[in-house]
């Protein structure tokens, strides 16, 4: 079975652009989490969506950022613009229900100069 | 806000030996999770515990929920090199709620 799939894997930008980033989550799952890691603040979690919709989003850093999930299969996060302080690995992940076992994606490595 | 607390933060052992790592809350949780991270991939589970005093194996890793639902341990017996990685507790308070980590155990095996 596939799991949860990143798009993109790697990606440079420069600051003051638009980042997208992209996550399909497993099949039958109904919960989405975006988490943000550095190795300054470790994993944190930016948004939770159930049912596609989102539960919580406390964790998002400001207004530059935003989500959404049009649908059980597709969801995106987007900086806008970009600085170089949201250099990090994001990481999508799914799960069956929130507080049940969730699943990772391999993460989309953002480094903006 | 909810935090998890991990000790130690890292660790150095020889191949072999056995190890202990813990995760403590603040805030009662009703799940626990421990994952591992490898270099360059994203956490992968390793243990989900549900019930208070719970103790859980996979092969050579064991988990504990603590009884005061407030802490969970876990120990892997015999390392290997291969063990090497960052070891994530994580946690929720019901089936509806966000999970959230701890700041993670790195652990490095020496051969």
């Known amino acids: 079975d596939a799991g949860v799939i990143q798009s993109p894997r790697h990606e440079v930008t420069e600051m003051g652009q638009e980042v997208t980033l992209r996550c399909k989550p497993i099949s039958g799952h109904n919960s989405l989490f975006w988490y943000r890691q550095t190795m300054m603040r470790g994993l944190e979690l930016l948004i939770y969506f159930n049912n596609n919709v989102p539960i919580d989003d406390s964790g998002m850093p400001e207004d530059r950022f935003s989500a959404k999930m049009p649908n059980a299969s597709f969801s995106t996060l987007k900086i806008q613009p970009s600085e170089p302080r949201d250099s990090a690995v994001y990481f999508c992940?799914?799960?069956?229900?929130?507080?049940?076992?969730?699943?990772f994606g391999e993460g989309s490595w953002l480094t903006v100069v | 806000g909810q935090q998890l607390n991990q000790s130690p933060q890292s660790m150095f052992i020889q191949e072999g030996e056995d190890v202990s790592m813990n995760c403590t809350s603040s805030?009662?949780?009703?799940?626990w999770l421990w994952y591992k991270q490898d270099p360059g991939e994203g956490p992968v589970l390793l243990i989900a515990?549900?019930?208070?005093?719970e103790l859980t194996s996979n092969g050579r890793l064991t988990a504990q929920f603590g009884i005061t639902r407030k802490d969970s341990f876990l120990n892997i017996s015999a390392s290997i090199p291969s063990d090497v990685g960052i070891y994530f507790c994580a946690g929720s308070k019901t089936s509806y709620d966000k999970v959230i980590f701890g700041p993670g155990t790195s652990l490095s095996v020496i051969p």
């Open positions: 515990l549900y019930k208070a005093g």
């Open positions: 992940a799914s799960s069956t229900g929130g507080g049940n076992t969730i699943y």
């Open positions: 805030s009662i949780f009703n799940t």
